[in-house]
């Protein structure tokens, strides 16, 4: 039986499994969401520390893909943020989302995305903290569903 937090049910976190969550919609007919670990933020939003950060950045659906930039914590030889400096869609396809709209292939876009930094060590926060706060806040979209990326 899945926790109730604010009416929305919450899963219990796994490392084994992902839980199963069948789909009933089409995908022309659902709306989607990112949710990234790759550092994507926009110019305006605060950098993430490089040297550990759990937080997470609320990207806006109508956000201008000019204004992000990528704040990263890697080392450059295992991940190189210069191209998606170049190209935000590579790591945060939000423009590609839009495009799928168009085309009809999904329903939309979602209203609001999700990004975060890998590489950030802090893993018990991220699992106590910011794992239940970004599922909150999926939940509590208009998102169907997430596609997931990293750097």
């Given at each position: 039986m899945p926790k109730i937090d604010g009416g929305v049910a919450l899963m219990d976190m796994s490392r084994k499994a992902i839980p199963y969550t069948p789909?009933?919609?089409?995908?022309?007919?659902?709306?989607?969401?990112?949710?990234?670990?790759?550092?994507?933020?926009?110019?305006?939003?605060?950098?993430?520390?490089?040297?550990?950060?759990?937080?997470?950045r609320l990207i806006s659906g109508d956000a201008d893909t000019s204004q992000f930039t990528v704040t990263h914590g890697a080392p450059k030889e295992h991940y190189n943020t210069d191209e998606p400096k170049k190209d935000i869609n590579v790591i945060f396809p939000l423009d590609r989302l839009r495009e799928l709209k168009e085309e009809g292939f999904i329903g939309d876009v979602n209203n609001k995305?999700?990004?975060?930094?890998?590489?950030?060590?802090?893993?018990?926060?991220?699992?106590d903290e910011t794992v239940p706060q970004v599922a909150k806040e999926i939940t509590r979209s208009k998102a169907d569903a997430v596609l997931l990326t990293a750097g």
């Open positions: 789909n009933e919609k089409e995908l022309s007919e659902m709306t989607i969401a990112i949710v990234s670990t790759a550092g994507a933020h926009l110019k305006d939003q605060e950098p993430f520390n490089t040297d550990g950060d759990h937080t997470y995305h999700i990004s975060m930094m890998g590489y950030a060590m802090r893993l018990k926060q991220i699992l």
